[in-house]
Structure formats: structure tokens, C-alpha cells
């Protein structure tokens, strides 16, 4: 069981990625997702990742607030196409 505080930083240390400000900033970055996308079916995710991203969010569990910022986040390139906010 994960007792840390649901953070991104401490969300990228739980999936196993770098979890500095310049890490998660460039991985959101370099990773946006297409709008038809839903977070846990990202290419870039091993099987453990999409694992736990889509537990979370299924199990609305204290994570689900942190995964669903950063699925906002990677999907805001998107978002900004379809609404015109280029």
C-alpha cells in the first residue's frame, strides 16, 4: 500500500519516472496525447504504469485527483486545437 501524499511529483516517483520539476514538465511536454486518447491507453506506459493510472481512476482512490491532472495536462494540446487556443 502507498502511504505517500498524492502529489505529481511523488505520482511520477510511483510510476517510476523522473519526478523533478524539469522531468515532469518535459514529459508532459513531449508526451501529449490526441484528444480520443484516454490516459491509461498511452503508448509510452509499460504494463505496470497503465496498471496503476487505470486503477486509479476506476477506483476514484486518493491518486485519481493526480492522474486526472496530469491526463488534463497531456491532453491540453489537444484541447487547445479542437477550441481554437493555439
Known amino acids: 500500500m502507498n502511504t505517500a501524499e ?3 511529483t ?3 516517483l510511483q510510476l517510476g519516472l523522473d519526478a523533478d520539476e ?3 514538465a518535459n ?3 513531449t508526451r501529449q496525447l490526441p484528444a480520443d486518447v484516454h490516459i491509461a ?3 509510452y506506459w509499460n504494463d505496470a ?3 496503476f493510472v487505470a486503477e486509479q481512476i ?3 482512490a486518493p491518486w485519481a485527483i493526480v492522474v486526472d491532472q496530469l491526463n488534463e495536462s ?3 494540446d489537444a484541447v487547445k486545437a479542437q477550441t481554437g487556443l493555439d
Open 41 to 43: 491507453d498511452a503508448l
Open 22 to 24: 524539469a522531468a515532469i
Open 49 to 51: 504504469q497503465r496498471q
Open 58 to 60: 476506476k477506483a476514484d
Open 74 to 76: 497531456l491532453h491540453e
Open 6 to 8: 498524492p502529489t505529481m
Open 10 to 12: 511523488n505520482l511520477f
Open 27 to 29: 514529459f508532459i511536454r
